[in-house]
């Protein structure tokens, strides 16, 4: 019985905080621009966020939050990014929980189910967080795919005779399908700046600060210090760099493949217990008349 009063009152905090925080906090979904997948909920847990206070009672963990949202989703979410975030973190753990509830209610009050469905809750945070790391590990690793071509087309302009700046454009310009490239996203502000006429240290700086990747780091100090030289010492340096990238993509591609069939081993398990099943059923069949 107590299971039931237990879900009603998870109901009705539900329905007061929605009513009361939709009132202070609704317009926030309008503006937000966070890939928020559980917006229903999201004022409610933003307002519990700014009512229990928790960002000011857990710095490390909120610091740790709002790196992983800077580097995942860039500086234009890094000042409410976190935050947001948090309250989705709120918003999965609060439907874990009920869910587990009326589960636990329709088996007959179980209430281990319910100490379940409240590991569930805390574990579910949990694991967005490590989820956030794989979406960074992802987004590094397209980008070090991505890189070493752009570097040899740049090379191939500037050996043609092109300024390094003209070929930076010229180089994404040319491809206006890489919208969902987290590397070309980075490249198209960089040509937005040098459009503005922003000097190019400045804008490799802003890049490779964006970017956050070693890689790019290298890429955008070689290329700066070797820039203002000239002559053959900087095309020397950039097919240099260029072999040290494309050796790069070699190793994180051969890991993508290793990854790609470890990923193929339950399935083949799973296909070859079927097949013993279906071998052996007739024989056991057999030995059973």
């Not at 040899?152 to 969902?180: F, Q, Y």
């Not at 990238?245 to 079927?274: D, N």
Request: hydrophobic share 50%; charged share 20%.
């Amino acid at each position: 019985m107590w299971i039931w009063l237990f879900g009603l009152a998870q109901i009705v905090i539900c329905l007061l905080l929605q009513v009361t925080a939709r009132r202070k906090y609704g317009g926030q979904l309008h503006i937000q621009t966070f890939p928020i997948r559980m917006k229903i909920l999201f004022p409610s847990s933003y307002y519990v966020i700014d009512k229990l206070q928790l960002l000011e009672r857990f710095p490390e963990f909120t610091s740790k939050i709002h790196h992983k949202c800077m580097t995942l989703y860039g500086r234009n979410l890094s000042s409410q990014g976190s935050k947001w975030f948090m309250a989705e973190l709120i918003s999965a753990s609060m439907v874990c929980l009920f869910v587990v509830t009326v589960l636990a209610i329709l088996a007959g009050d179980d209430s281990s189910l319910l100490a379940f469905g409240v590991v569930a809750a805390i574990g579910t945070p949990m694991m967005m967080v490590r989820d956030l790391d794989t979406k960074i590990r992802k987004k590094q690793q397209r980008m070090i795919l991505e890189l070493p071509e752009f570097l040899s087309t740049i090379v191939l302009l500037v050996n043609a005779g092109e300024t390094v700046n003209r070929a930076w454009i010229r180089c994404v310009h040319a491809k206006p399908n890489m919208s969902d490239s987290p590397l070309f996203k980075e490249l198209l502000v960089a040509v937005h700046e040098l459009e503005m006429n922003i000097s190019f240290t400045k804008v490799l700086e802003d890049f490779s600060k964006r970017c956050a990747l070693h890689e790019v780091s290298i890429f955008a100090s070689t290329l700066g210090l070797n820039a203002r030289r000239g002559g053959n010492d900087f095309v020397v340096s950039l097919h240099s760099l260029s072999l040290e990238l494309w050796q790069r993509r070699k190793s994180v591609s051969r890991t993508l493949g290793e990854e790609a069939s470890s990923k193929l081993v339950f399935p083949m398990v799973l296909i070859f217990v079927v097949v013993m099943v279906i071998v052996a059923a007739p024989a056991l069949l057999m030995m059973n008349e």
